[in-house]
């Protein structure tokens, strides 16, 4: 019997891991116990040389770092709950030592593109609601660099009565407040305005209870889906001449945190708007800086000045 099932469950129970984080653990921990079995082995008797095994295994197939490094990570918390559960003796993935991750600079977009992929929102639609919500999911992605699981589940109530500030459930149900910039306050305001007559139509019309989230949706989930909003940030920016090899909401997320650290924002703000647990992971941006440093030398510093006379 897996003890997979019960791992996913005390995750979710226990520890308040985000859904998604729970399908990653769930489809890394599948072909971890498949190779096993292919190898006549089981998770209740792996040895640290057959979980070393199955990473060589995973290199060889081509597997990026990122992902090879996220696989021994679902291992070893999978190996840590049966070791803490009394299921197992001993941990054997606890040194086992991983690629570690490529530090890339995150994928951003300028101002330029920025204003391009709000104009193109405002004007891409088959109706004036389908535009009005798009402006206002745009508007939102970049003035709160909200994650887009978190953009697209938003609470209604949270958007009620003109907000300055919106609560946010982050990861492991975390809550954080992020503020609203004038342009998304009145984007949200025109969107809600619209919603709630449509939302009252369909109560009266079809008996539909009212939604309670703030970009509704007729699917299982209630809400407009991850993948939804990511086929409609492709389709604004080819309507805004932006490559849409460049535009994810993760991008604009990354445009939010660079633009602000850009126009003089400290790092620990910034961390604590975009809901990172370590102030490390926020720190990566200040590449932005790079620039602006070496064009603040190269125009004041008095040797800088004599080069050019």
């Known amino acids: 019997m897996s003890w997979v099932p019960a791992f996913l469950d005390a995750q979710a129970a226990e520890l308040g ?5 729970i399908l990653s653990y769930a489809r890394d921990l599948e072909d971890f116990t498949g190779w096993l079995s292919h190898q006549g082995a089981s998770e209740a008797a792996a040895t640290r040389d057959q979980i070393e095994s199955y990473l060589i295994h995973c290199e060889a197939q081509g597997l990026a770092r990122a992902t090879r490094a996220r696989r ?3 291992i070893r918390q999978f190996y840590r709950f049966a070791f803490e559960e009394g ?10 030592r991983g690629p570690g991750r490529a530090k890339r600079l995150p994928k951003t977009l300028d101002h330029a593109e920025v204003d391009a992929l709000l104009e193109a929102a405002r004007a891409h639609g088959r109706s004036e609601a389908d535009r009005v919500r798009n402006t206002c999911l745009m508007e939102l ?7 887009v699981t978190e953009l697209v589940s938003l609470p209604v109530m949270a958007a009620r009565g003109d907000p300055r500030m919106l609560l946010v459930a982050g990861k492991g149900g975390k809550e954080r407040m992020v503020p609203l910039s004038p342009p998304a306050r009145v984007a949200l305001a025109a969107w809600l305005a619209l919603r709630d007559v449509a939302e009252e139509e369909a109560r009266v019309e079809k008996r539909k209870p009212p939604s309670r989230f703030l970009f509704p949706s007729r699917g299982k989930a209630g809400h407009l889906t991850r993948q939804s909003f990511f086929t409609l940030i492709k389709d604004i920016a080819v309507a805004g001449g932006v490559s849409p090899a460049k535009v994810t909401p993760h991008t604009l997320r990354h445009a939010f945190a660079t633009h602000l650290l850009a126009g003089g924002a400290d790092l620990r703000s910034i961390q604590v ?7 490390a992971t926020t720190e990566i941006y200040t590449h932005v800086l790079d620039e602006r440093l070496r064009d603040l030398v190269l125009e004041h510093h008095p040797l800088a000045k004599k080069t050019k006379e």
Request: negative net charge; hydrophobic residues 45%; charged residues 20%.
């Open 17 to 21: 891991s985000a859904e998604n984080t």
């Open 72 to 74: 021994l990570s679902a």
């Open 87 to 96: 299921l197992r003796e001993d941990n054997p993935a606890i040194e086992i």
């Open 141 to 147: 992605l970049y003035a709160t660099g909200m994650r």
């Open 273 to 279: 708007m975009l809901g990172h647990a370590d102030l």
